[in-house]
Nanobody, 124 residues
Framework: RVQLVESGGGSVQAGGSLRLSCLAS????????MGWFRQSPGQEREWVAA????????YYADSVKGRFTASQDNDANTLYLEMNNLKPEDTGTYYC?????????????????WGQGPQVTVSL
């Protein structure tokens, strides 16, 4: 059974940086997509980024474009999210997601597997 285990959350002041990691176990698909979502209390889960092997494409929500970078280490079965110039509105629980193939979407229902989600808190 695929398991996604995230790490790297924490608290930081605005303008700071954090890096999240997502280790995928029992995840042996080639040409697949993995992604990140986030959710704040009382809000819907929001898509942040997606990274697909094969062509090596990455995709970002407008709110994080230019500040966040998603990357995959296929040998280590790990997805990363480098977050720079963090803002208070980036605060939330960040979830790693993975699919069994080279498809993805901005809605949570488009993803097959989910991690538990580390907390990211950005203060002024």
């Amino acid at each position: 059974r695929v398991q996604l285990v995230e790490s790297g959350g924490g608290s930081v002041q605005a303008g700071g940086s954090l890096r999240l990691s997502c280790l995928a176990s029992e995840y042996t698909y080639t040409n697949q997509c993995m992604g990140w979502f986030r959710q704040s209390p009382g809000q819907e889960r929001e898509w942040v980024a997606a990274a697909c092997t094969g062509r090596g494409d990455t995709y970002y929500a407008d709110s994080v474009k230019g500040r966040f970078t998603a990357s995959q280490d296929n040998d280590a079965n790990t997805l990363y999210l480098e977050m720079n110039n963090l803002k208070p509105e980036d605060t939330g629980t960040y979830y790693c997601a993975a699919n069994r193939g080279s498809y993805w979407g901005q809605k949570p229902a488009a993803w097959d597997h989910w991690g538990q989600g580390p907390q990211v808190t950005v203060s002024l």
